[in-house]
């Protein structure tokens, strides 16, 4: 079970380390760079926070379950 939630533990954070990478490029709102252009900069900083906080709770949880 331990080694099981391990696996878990490591898809997780290799999700959120990828959606922080397209967060970081802006990938994930070009289309709102192309629909509104003065709002794309805080759509972007939001998108890295909210990010930064599923990668706190991924590796918080990781830590919590003991992998």
């Known amino acids: 079970m331990k080694k099981r939630m391990e696996g878990v533990c490591n898809y997780l954070l290799l999700v959120l380390f990828w959606l922080l990478l397209e967060a970081l490029s802006g990938g994930l709102i070009l ?3 192309v629909r509104r252009p003065m709002q794309s ?3 972007l900083l939001l ?3 909210v990010a930064l906080a599923l ?3 991924g590796i918080l949880l990781c830590t919590m379950t003991g992998s």
Do not use: D, R, S
Request: charged fraction near 10%.
């Open 31 to 33: 289309w709102e760079v």
């Open 41 to 43: 900069f805080i759509g």
């Open 55 to 57: 990668a706190a709770f």
């Open 47 to 49: 998108l890295i926070v």
